[in-house]
C-alpha cells in the first residue's frame, strides 16, 4: 500500500514539473517576445530572462495560467519601476528602522525567516512605511531567490491610531501581486479586543492567494516561533534585538 502510494505522489509530482516546465517555457517566451523590457529595469529583465524560481513564484500563485501570470507580471515590474524598488534609500527609512517598525529576526519553526511588523511603533503620517516594508521584503526575496516568508505583526499596545487601513491595503495588495508565493502565514500577537471590528474588515480582503491570518497570543506563539527569537514580552529570550 506505502509503495502504491509512493508512485502516485510520484506521478503527480512529475506531471505539476512538466506542467510547470511548460508554462514558464510559454511565459519567457511571450516576454522575450513583447515590449514588456520597456516597462521595467535592466536587473528585471535579466531576472525574467534567466531565473526560473522568480516566474515560478507567479506561475504558482495563479496555477500556472500564463495569460494571466503574464498580466501580473507585466503590473509587477511597471510597478517596480515607478516605486524604485532596487534604489529605496536607506536614508528616507533610517527613522523607521531605529525604532524598529519592520525587522527581519530569525525563524519559524518551519524554518521560515520572519518578518516583524511592530505596529505600536507605526505613527499615522508614517509615509516611509511603504518603502520599508519593501526593502525588506525585496531583499529577503531576492537573497532567498523567493524561500518562504512568515510576518509577526506584534500588536502589543497597540490602539486605534496604529491601525491604518492604508498600510493593510498597501501589504496584502504586495503579497498578493509583486511577491506572490513568498509569505504564507501572518501571525497576529495579541490584537487587543477593541481592534476586533478592524480586523473583521480586513479579513474581509483575503482570498485564496493571499497570506493565512493567524490570532495568536503569549501561550500559543510557541506553537509557531521558538523562544529564543521571541523577545520578552512574548514569553520568549531575547531582551534586545542585535
Same mark, same amino acid.
Request: glycine residues 4%; aromatic residues 12%.
Given at each position: 500500500?506505502?509503495? &502504491?502510494? %509512493?508512485?502516485?505522489? =510520484?506521478?503527480?509530482?512529475t506531471?505539476? =514539473?512538466?506542467?510547470? @516546465?511548460k ?27 534567466s ?25 509587477c ?10 534604489n529605496?534609500?536607506?536614508?528616507g527609512?533610517?527613522?523607521l ?15 521560515? @525567516? ?13 509615509? =516611509? ?10 531583499? !529577503?526575496?531576492?537573497?532567498t531567490? =523567493? ?14 491610531k /496604529?491601525m ?7 501589504m ?10 513568498i509569505? &504564507?502565514?501572518?501571525l497576529?500577537?495579541?490584537s487587543?479586543t477593541?481592534? /476586533? ?14 497570506? &493565512? ?8 506563539? @510557541? ?9 520578552? !514580552? ?7 534585538l %542585535?
Open positions: 500500500m506505502a509503495d &502504491q502510494t %509512493s508512485a502516485g505522489d =510520484g506521478k503527480t509530482n506531471n505539476q =514539473g512538466s506542467m510547470e @516546465s508554462a514558464m517555457q510559454d511565459l519567457r517566451a511571450r516576454i522575450l517576445e513583447d515590449k514588456l523590457s520597456r516597462k521595467c529595469s535592466a536587473e528585471d529583465l535579466k531576472r525574467l530572462k531565473e526560473d524560481w522568480w516566474l515560478s513564484t507567479f506561475l504558482r500563485a495563479h496555477n500556472y495560467d500564463v495569460d494571466v501570470t503574464y498580466a501580473v507580471i507585466a503590473e515590474v511597471q510597478w517596480r519601476n515607478n516605486f524604485q524598488v532596487e529605496i534609500s536607506i536614508l527609512i533610517k527613522p528602522l531605529d525604532r524598529q517598525v519592520v525587522y527581519l529576526h530569525g525563524k519559524d519553526l518551519s524554518d521560515f @525567516s520572519i518578518l516583524w511588523i511592530n505596529l505600536a511603533q507605526y505613527r499615522p503620517g508614517d509615509t =516611509g512605511f511603504e518603502n520599508v516594508f519593501v526593502f525588506w521584503l525585496e531583499r !529577503h526575496t531576492m537573497e531567490k =523567493g524561500q518562504p516568508l512568515t510576518i509577526l505583526l506584534d500588536m502589543t499596545s497597540t490602539s486605534m /496604529n491604518d487601513f492604508n498600510i493593510f491595503k498597501f496584502l495588495h504586495a503579497l498578493k501581486y509583486y511577491y506572490p508565493s509569505v &504564507q502565514d501572518m497576529v500577537f495579541e487587543p477593541m481592534l /476586533n471590528a478592524s480586523w473583521r474588515v480586513v479579513k474581509s480582503w483575503l482570498d485564496p492567494a493571499h497570506p &493565512q491570518i493567524h490570532q495568536v497570543t503569549r501561550q500559543s506563539i @510557541s506553537q509557531f516561533v521558538d523562544s529564543k527569537y521571541l523577545p520578552v !514580552h512574548m514569553g520568549g529570550e531575547v531582551s534586545q %542585535s
